[in-house]
């Protein structure tokens, strides 16, 4: 059965990733910051990609609202809330301007687009999925974007509570992964980089949790390799 699924930050890496391989099977909303013809990743022809950037919450909101609207989507199965941003730092300072905009994208825009998307989960008894970071408890040279990610855990949590038994809720806690992520923040992780997840190694990993409804998970290389090994499949 085909399934109505919105996926922001689904312009490039994970979330591009996650889109591509589920609109195989459904119909998939994609939103991101850039227009669509400066999209230089592999883009399936069907998905519908809406150009809204989360560094202005409130109107990036109303934009996704109307996108749903005219799409003529009355419900969704699944909402994926991936767009995140993050800059690293020395000594814990941070300019207000990147601080603002790390958490317009990462948390104020993911509580409105939540409040939102409401009518439209409840409608299909659908899940919310809230992306975090395993960074989410502290994480060296990004202390604003581990902050965003602490605080979305605890969002997740209290919205699990309030919306049981009418939309399901879960947050997904990503590794490292091989994206232009760090590259956009100033970070360089050197070698780290070849142990990191592929972007369709993770966005794997996320079809299989997203249709679990458990929170909160950790989606790791170990993780990976483990359910790789447990279920006998390539993810």
Same mark, same amino acid.
């Given at each position: 059965? $085909?399934?109505?699924?919105? !996926? *922001?930050?689904?312009? %490039?890496?994970?979330?591009?990733?996650?889109?591509?391989?589920? /609109?195989?099977?459904?119909?998939?909303?994609?939103?991101?910051? $850039?227009?669509?013809?400066? !999209? *230089?990743?592999?883009? %399936?022809?069907?998905?519908?990609?809406?150009?809204?950037?989360? /560094?202005?919450?409130?109107?990036?909101?109303?934009?996704?609202?109307?996108?749903?609207?005219?799409?003529?989507?009355?419900?969704?199965?699944?909402?994926?809330?991936?767009?995140?941003?993050?800059?690293?730092?020395?000594?814990?300072?941070?300019?207000?301007?990147?601080?603002?905009?790390?958490?317009d994208i990462n948390l104020t825009a993911t509580i409105l687009l939540s409040r939102t998307l409401y009518p439209w989960l409840a409608k299909a008894g659908g899940t919310l999925s809230i992306v975090g970071s395993v960074a989410h408890k502290g994480q060296a040279l990004f202390p604003a974007y581990a902050a965003s990610k602490g605080a979305l855990n605890a969002f997740a949590r209290a919205l699990r509570s309030e919306w049981q038994s009418r939309v399901a809720v879960q947050i997904l806690h990503l590794g490292p992964t091989r994206t232009d992520m760090h590259a956009k923040a100033g970070h360089d992780p050197g070698r780290l980089r070849s142990i990191f997840m592929r972007p369709s190694s993770m966005a794997a990993m996320m079809e299989f949790a997203m249709a679990s409804k458990r929170s909160p998970l950790t989606l790791s290389f170990r993780r990976y390799a483990s359910a790789g090994s447990r279920l006998g499949r390539n993810l």
């Open positions: 059965m $085909r399934r109505k699924i919105l !996926i *922001t930050g689904g312009s %490039s890496g994970i979330g591009l990733a996650l889109a591509n391989r589920l /609109s195989i099977h459904h119909d998939v909303m994609v939103t991101g910051s $850039r227009p669509q013809t400066d !999209i *230089t990743e592999p883009f %399936s022809s069907d998905l519908i990609y809406v150009q809204a950037s989360q /560094s202005e919450p409130e109107t990036a909101v109303k934009t996704i609202a109307e996108a749903l609207l005219k799409a003529g989507w009355v419900k969704l199965d699944n909402v994926v809330l991936n767009a995140g941003t993050g800059f690293a730092v020395k000594d814990a300072i941070d300019d207000i301007g990147r601080l603002r905009e790390t958490m």
